[in-house]
T-cell receptor
Framework: SQQGEEDPQALSIQEGENATMNCSYK?????LQWYRQNSGRGLVHLIL?????REKHSGRLRVTLDTSKKSSSLLITASRAADTASYFC?????????????FGSGTQLTVLP | DAGITQSPRHKVTETGTPVTLRCHQT?????MYWYRQDPGHGLRLIHY???????DKGEVSDGYSVSRSKTEDFLLTLESATSSQTSVYFC???????????FGQGTRLTVV
């Protein structure tokens, strides 16, 4: 399976704390993307990092990418109760079935008020 | 929200019956995807399309077929539904292979 892995599977923190989620994948990639899913809803794109980038920021989000370790992390700073959701990483590979977009298994984040 | 509409949003069907789910987009994006989401498995790719009449299999394509006769519509068919196909199905679209995807709201399918 090309599916990536995420850890932890579940994370519970207090409001104001930082949340870090990790993602690993198995192949060479074009880019890595992070998505958010609120309960019962579709996924919403958060941030995309290209294979030649090492770090990217968007508001309270910080994403890192280590292609040598085939891993990425998503940091949410100063978390809020509204950040409670599932977070998924996804990647497009750099050859062969590049048209596919493969998702990890997700991290369920709970931010307690 | 990106212009993606999935129909129906909820469906209960009996084992052995055919079921067709529809994904309709108004964005004219080239790529369309069908995923299923099950607890503990995240999203798994069923089939995808890279143009009209151009489709390919994903990771979990057995028991499913797709068709794309128009840019805006991507149909997922379960020829003979089984209980293992009870799931939430998501459609996604994107412009090209290096951009982000936009998702529909999902279809909850229950096979009894």
């Amino acid at each position: 399976s090309q599916q990536g892995e995420e850890d932890p599977q579940a994370l519970s923190i207090q409001e104001g704390e930082n949340a870090t989620m990790n993602c690993s994948y198995k192949t060479s990639i074009n880019n890595l993307q992070w998505y958010r899913q609120n309960s019962g809803r579709g996924l919403v794109h958060l941030i995309l990092i290209r294979s030649n980038e090492r770090e990217k920021h968007s508001g309270r989000l910080r994403v890192t990418l280590d292609t040598s370790k085939k891993s990425s992390s998503l940091l949410i700073t100063a978390s809020r109760a509204a950040d409670t959701a599932s977070y998924f990483c996804a990647h497009s590979i750099s050859s062969g079935s590049a048209r596919q977009l493969t998702f990890g298994s997700g991290t369920q984040l709970t931010v307690l008020p | 929200d990106a212009g993606i509409t999935q129909s129906p949003r909820h469906k209960v069907t009996e084992t052995g019956t055919p079921v067709t789910l529809r994904c309709h987009q108004t964005e004219n994006h080239r790529y369309m995807y069908w995923y299923r989401q099950d607890p503990g498995h995240g999203l798994r790719l069923i089939h995808y399309s890279y143009g009209v009449k151009d489709t390919d299999k994903g990771e979990v394509s057995d028991g499913y077929s797709v068709s794309r006769s128009k840019t805006e519509d991507f149909l997922l068919t379960l020829e003979s539904a089984t209980s293992s196909q009870t799931s939430v199905y998501f459609c996604a679209i994107r412009v090209d292979v290096v951009t982000e995807a936009f998702f529909g709201q999902g279809t909850r399918l229950t096979v009894v």
